[in-house]
């Protein structure tokens, strides 16, 4: 099963299971779930789109290919599409996932891909990951988690990206005032999308984005970038 399937509702097994792993103050746990169940025909990912984010592609699309050597972390990779564009542009790309079922999937579908997919915890992620990778993509994983460990995963997102490195961060987006409800994905307001900018990293460009025709059409678009030490 995947988001197109006729009749049903995308959103319903992502708020069933997230609210179970939420009552058992387990806040990433339903990711596994999902995805497991979603092998099994029993569960649909919403963001399970056929093929990179949009708001992603317009990106890269306006950027030169990669040079020799540069490396990319995809955080929360999910299906592999994303990430699988990013490798496509010439960038050494990591691409990771709590669930481990996610990953399995990733590998099936994308057989002798150059991607190195792997299990990991944004919550804690390994060490060497710090300061590591010159393009940081974090494309609606933070939105999925409340808090207060969302400020700790943006926290982890802001380590990645090495001196001269960039971060974009694509997110649904609320205003300041607009409560957020009570089942993922929850909203970023501009406070949380500028607290990305952290240590080093500044802002570069913060785009609030209206797409007509799209479910929950507000969307954040911001990318951020870490200078090199002066010489």
Wanted: with cysteine; glycine share 10%.
């Amino acid at each position: 099963m995947n988001g197109t399937d006729a009749g049903r509702d995308p959103e319903e097994d992502a708020r069933r299971l997230s609210a179970q792993s939420l009552a058992e103050d387990d806040p990433t746990g339903w990711f596994e779930h999902l995805y497991a169940a979603a092998e099994g025909g029993e569960a649909i990912v919403p963001w399970d789109r056929g093929g990179p984010h949009p708001m992603l592609v317009e990106w890269l699309n306006l950027r030169p290919r990669a040079a020799a050597g540069e490396r990319a972390l995809v955080v929360g990779c999910g299906p592999g599409f994303d990430a699988e564009l990013v490798a496509g542009h010439g960038f050494g790309t990591v691409a990771f996932d709590i669930s481990e079922s996610a990953i399995a999937a990733a590998h099936r579908r994308f057989p002798g891909s150059s991607v190195d997919y792997r299990t990991a915890d944004l919550l804690d992620p390994p060490a060497e990951w710090r300061g590591a990778f010159d393009l940081v993509v974090e494309s609606l994983t933070v939105q999925a988690l409340p808090d207060p460990v969302r400020r700790v995963a943006i926290a982890r997102v802001a380590e990645m990206p090495c001196p001269g490195g960039t971060l974009l961060v694509v997110a649904a987006a609320r205003g300041e005032d607009d409560a957020p409800h009570g089942d993922p994905p929850w909203p970023l307001t501009r406070r949380e999308i500028d607290a990305f900018a952290a240590g080093d990293l500044e802002a570069v460009r913060i785009e609030d984005v209206r797409r007509s025709g799209e479910p929950g059409e507000r969307r954040w678009r911001a990318e951020f970038h870490r200078p090199r030490p002066a010489a």
